[in-house]
T-cell receptor, first 113, second 111 residues
Framework: DVKVTQSSRYLVKRTGEKVFLECVQD?????MFWYRQDPGLGLRLIYF???????EKGDIPEGYSVSREKKERFSLILESASTNQTSMYLC????????????FGDGTRLSIL | AQSVTQLGSHVSVSEGALVLLRCNYS??????LFWYVQYPNQGLQLLLK??????LVKGINGFEAEFKKSETSFHLTKPSAHMSDAAEYFC?????????FGTGTSLTVIP
């Protein structure tokens, strides 16, 4: 089974802090994704990466950056956390071929105070 | 451009009754379609996927979905609801390297 591991299930930070969310997958998948999930809005794509050191902006990249130095790890960075970034963050990975499903981690519930 | 619409943000059914969750898609190319389930405080788990091999797709936990090109629909069904089916369900379509998710349907099962 594919395992996507997010470093924290719950995280509390303060406004203005730089926040790092880590995601690791163990199946050598080419593609990795970061979403945020908010009630009534479903999943919104922040960034995705289709290869090491490659990244593409999703629908809501403002206030976020990402890093993919190794194939198995995809990090989401909140440059200066704000209260409107309080949310559930989900990481996913998939093989590069079309038609393959995404596999999700358990999520990080982030609160910015 | 690809998109997904899920009709009904909340659906309630009695235990043992038919479950029907609706999904309509928009895609400029033959679509790859997916249904996911999310239990509280967990990530999304794949229920089933359509990749053009067969229009009726069977998934896990007794769920199935039928691809209807003429109606641009991919509705999820289960003949008999179980209490453990209470969760949030998401329909998704793949476009390029991205997935486009619906806003989800929360399923309540009434004992």
């Amino acid at each position: 089974d594919v395992k996507v591991t997010q470093s924290s299930r719950y995280l509390v930070k303060r406004t203005g802090e730089k926040v790092f969310l880590e995601c690791v997958q163990d199946m050598d998948h080419e593609n990795m994704f970061w979403y945020r999930q908010d009630p009534g809005l479903g999943l919104r794509l922040i960034y995705f990466s289709y290869d090491v050191k490659m990244k593409e902006k999703g629908d809501i990249p403002e206030g976020y950056s990402v890093s993919r130095e190794k194939k198995e790890r995809f990090s989401l960075i909140l440059e200066s956390a704000s209260t409107n970034q309080t949310s559930m963050y989900l990481c996913a990975s998939k093989p590069g071929a079309r038609g393959q499903p995404q596999h999700f981690g358990d999520g990080t519930r982030l609160s910015i105070l | 451009a690809q998109s997904v619409t899920q009709l009904g943000s909340h659906v309630s059914v009695s235990e043992g009754a038919l479950v029907l969750l609706r999904c309509n898609y928009s895609s400029s190319v033959p679509p790859y379609l997916f249904w996911y389930v999310q239990y509280p405080n967990q990530g999304l788990q794949l229920l089933l996927k359509y990749t053009s091999a067969a229009t009726l797709v069977k998934g896990i936990n007794g769920f199935e979905a039928e691809f209807k090109k003429s109606e641009t629909s991919f509705h999820l069904t289960k003949p008999s609801a179980h209490m453990s089916d209470a969760a949030e369900y998401f329909c998704a379509v793949q476009g390029g390297n991205q997935f486009y998710f619906g806003t989800g349907t929360s399923l309540t099962v009434i004992p």
